[in-house]
Each structure stands twice: as structure tokens, then as C-alpha cells.
């Protein structure tokens, strides 16, 4: 079993990063073969390699075998709709606590980039249920889920949520949607109370719609932040900033409902 963990087998997720890091993501199978400008690489002659080998296609151009990154399969992730960079990604599963057997709901499924994240941080015991109003963009974001083996823990839902989710009790709930401040009574209905609601917009305008809608539905500890990532180049004589980096792509907001006690509220001796 060891060795199998130190070794690409078939049917295992795998990237091929070539020269200038030109790289490949596909699923290892017997008899397929990976077809580049750089040559062709046989899935046969890959099997069974030890992850991270230096590899060569046909023509001897060398790539580097490796298990891929959740951020990567996000970046290859095939889109209609612009998607979650893995920057934000990695600090809204923090940020609401996402973790292993819980029960997710997503609003604004698009391609299904945060669904993905969503699913790989809930593992096999726990489940997303994600709610999309365009079935041409649910479709891909089906097709991509599948084509990452993650299907089993996603349900899919075509629905307006205007009408509310039908789940109960659940752990957490994101929204990628452009007037989340209409929904917030039925955030409230579906989420446990002190769980978690996350969204990101991309405007302070309607930043300033959500925050009173969160408050009348009794929100508490909200937070209103932004990620920046900046990339150094790795050359220890010259080491400088890159020339480009990844900066503004949304505003997070973070929030919990509670419940707060009754005013005046009074315990009578018994």
C-alpha cells in the first residue's frame, strides 16, 4: 500500500509540468495516451512511476510527473463564468471552518470551481448541496465535478432560492450571487444557528445593500475583508516581486447568525 502512495497509479489524478511549466492535467489510463506539442506521452509508460520522476514524450522533451494541487485543478477548471481565485478559495474555508463530515450549501454554483474546493474540504462522510438558476452553466459545472471523481458528494439542485433551501440545520453556506441581500431570511432558515455565511462581491456598493440586511436578521460578528497575493521570484542573487500579481477580485464577507435574548426578558423564582 505504501509503495501505491509513492507511485502514479491507474485512475489517479495527474499533472505533467514541462519546460517554461507548461503543464497537463489528466486522469492515468491503460492504453491512453497524452498528445503535446512537445511529443507524446504514453499513460502506459507512466503508471507506476514514483511521483515527481522527470519523464520524456517521444520526441525527449522532459516533463516532471506530480499529484496535482487542489489550486491547479481550479485554474485548469473549464469555465463559461468567472470563477473563485484559489487565493480567496483557501481563506473562505478557513474563515467559516470547512471541514471533514460537514454539510455545505453553496447559492451560485457557475462553473463549479468553489464547489470543487467545497467538496475535496468536506471529504467522503461529508456533502454539498448547490444551488444554480442556469442549466447550461450547471451542466459544466456536473461535467467538471465529475471528471474530478467528486460527484458523489455534490447534489445538484436547478432552483431559485427565493423560495428557500430545503435543507435544515446545515454547517455553513457560501454565496457567489450578485444580491445575496435578498436571501438572507432564507440563509437564516437553512443555516444551524452560529454557523456559517460567507459570500464575495465584487462592488462596495453592494456591500453596503447586505450589511443592514444581515443585521435585521440578527448576524453577528461580521467581518468585511480582501485578499492580496503577491509572488516573489525565486532566484536567492535577485530576488524581487514578479511582474504581475493577483490583487483585487472581490470583497469577502463573513458572518453568523445568532440568537440574541429578549429584551426585558425576566426568570420568575419558582
Not at 520524456?56 to 516533463?63: A, D, E, M, R, V
Not at 467581518?223 to 472581490?250: F, N, Q, S, W
Request: net charge neutral; aromatic share 8%.
Amino acid at each position: 500500500m505504501e509503495n501505491e502512495q509513492l507511485t502514479a497509479q491507474a485512475g489517479d489524478l495527474a499533472q505533467l509540468v514541462g519546460l517554461s511549466h507548461k503543464n497537463f492535467i489528466l486522469r492515468l489510463t491503460p492504453g491512453e495516451q497524452l498528445q503535446t506539442h512537445r511529443g507524446v506521452l504514453y499513460h502506459n509508460d507512466l503508471i507506476g512511476k514514483l511521483w515527481g520522476s522527470e519523464v520524456f514524450s517521444h520526441l525527449g522533451n522532459p516533463f516532471f510527473l506530480l499529484q496535482p494541487a487542489l489550486g491547479e485543478l481550479i485554474r485548469e477548471i473549464r469555465r463559461t463564468t468567472q470563477i473563485l481565485y484559489p487565493k480567496d478559495i483557501g481563506f473562505i474555508l478557513i474563515t467559516m471552518g470547512i471541514g471533514s463530515g460537514q454539510h455545505v450549501l453553496e447559492a451560485g454554483t457557475g462553473s463549479g470551481a468553489m464547489t470543487t474546493a467545497l467538496a475535496f474540504a468536506v471529504g467522503p462522510q461529508g456533502h454539498i448541496t448547490t444551488y444554480e438558476m442556469r442549466p447550461d452553466i450547471q451542466q459544466l459545472a456536473q461535467k467538471n465535478l465529475a471528471r474530478l471523481g467528486l460527484s458523489d458528494r455534490v447534489t445538484f439542485k436547478l432552483a431559485n432560492i427565493e423560495s428557500g433551501f430545503d435543507e435544515r440545520g446545515t454547517d455553513a453556506l457560501f454565496m457567489d450571487i450578485p444580491n445575496p441581500e435578498d436571501y438572507i431570511p432564507q440563509v437564516r432558515a437553512a443555516l444551524k444557528p452560529g454557523g456559517f455565511f460567507g459570500c464575495i462581491l465584487p462592488t462596495l456598493n453592494q456591500i453596503t445593500r447586505l450589511l443592514p440586511a444581515l443585521h435585521r436578521e440578527n448576524f453577528a460578528f461580521i467581518e468585511v475583508c480582501e485578499t492580496i497575493l503577491r509572488y516573489y521570484k525565486p532566484v536567492a542573487e535577485r530576488i524581487r516581486p514578479t511582474d504581475r500579481m493577483v490583487a483585487h477580485t472581490g470583497y469577502l464577507i463573513f458572518a453568523r447568525p445568532i440568537i440574541p435574548a429578549k429584551v426585558n426578558q425576566r426568570i420568575e423564582p419558582v
